[in-house]
């Protein structure tokens, strides 16, 4: 079983279309995270979640809405998709509290907006 | 700022040992992590120093020095497997808690 799962895996689109992400995880986390990485591999948090509450907000657009359902859901809408959005977007999650802070990342979504 | 430095890429044989250095700069630390990324995969957790020192597991051991604001990854007996980027991460507990990362360093093994 897929501890982290997100889909699509792949999401190609055109500019000012709306799309989303989903993400699901299994691991009974209390924590999930949107992250971002650019095609220099730079790995930048854009939301994290606990419990269903928004805790961290980086410096992300507007157009980016996260929506965590119940905890082991959260996913992420993007409104009027520009081009500079073109990365893959990883979702995660990991145990509050936890020893080593582990984070268990999904497979990524490589959204494409031409 | 916040930030993390590491090399950019890394080139070693088969067989050899390597070892790839991350300093940071962040507030409120708790910890260091490494991740590694395969082509077209997903970060994967190797490990986590929240103490100065010396952590090994298996072929791979980290270390942190906190007065340093310094850590490395060693990678022993390396395999053609291990060629991937290599990400360090400081563990933060400001807002919340998040995970900063560096920019990732590319490790290529050679035979």
């Known amino acids: 079983d897929t501890a982290v799962s997100q889909t699509p895996k792949y999401l190609v689109t055109q500019m000012g279309n709306d799309k989303s992400i989903k993400c699901e995880q299994n691991?009974?986390?209390?924590?999930m995270y949107w992250y971002k990485q650019d095609s220099k591999k730079f790995l930048k948090i854009m939301f994290s979640?606990?419990?269903?509450?928004?805790?961290i907000n980086e410096t992300v657009p507007n157009r980016f809405s996260p929506k965590s359902p119940d905890k082991a859901h959260l996913n992420l809408h993007i409104n009027s998709l520009e081009l500079g959005d073109s990365a893959v977007y990883f979702c995660?999650?990991?145990?509050?509290?936890?020893?080593?802070?582990?984070?268990?990342f999904g497979s990524g979504t490589q959204l494409s907006v031409l | 700022g916040q930030s993390l430095e590491q090399p950019s890429e890394v080139t070693a044989v088969e067989g050899a040992i390597v070892q790839i250095n991350c300093t940071y700069q962040?507030?409120?630390?708790?910890?260091l992590s490494w991740y590694q990324q395969h082509d077209g995969g997903a970060p994967t957790f190797l490990s986590y120093?929240?103490?100065?020192g010396l952590e090994e597991t298996g072929r791979f051991s980290s270390f942190l020095s906190r007065s340093d604001s310094y850590g490395y990854l060693l990678l022993q007996e390396l395999q053609m497997k291990d060629s991937a980027s290599y990400f360090c991460?400081?563990?933060?507990?400001?807002?919340?808690?998040?995970?900063?990362f560096g920019q990732g360093t590319e490790l290529s093994v050679k035979p």
């Open positions: 995660a999650s990991s145990q509050q509290g936890a020893s080593d802070e582990k984070l268990f």
């Open positions: 691991l009974g986390h209390d924590t």
């Open positions: 979640y606990n419990n269903k509450e928004l805790i």
């Open positions: 962040t507030s409120g630390f708790y910890g």
């Open positions: 120093n929240a103490l100065d």
């Open positions: 991460a400081a563990d933060t507990y400001n807002q919340g808690g998040k995970l900063i």
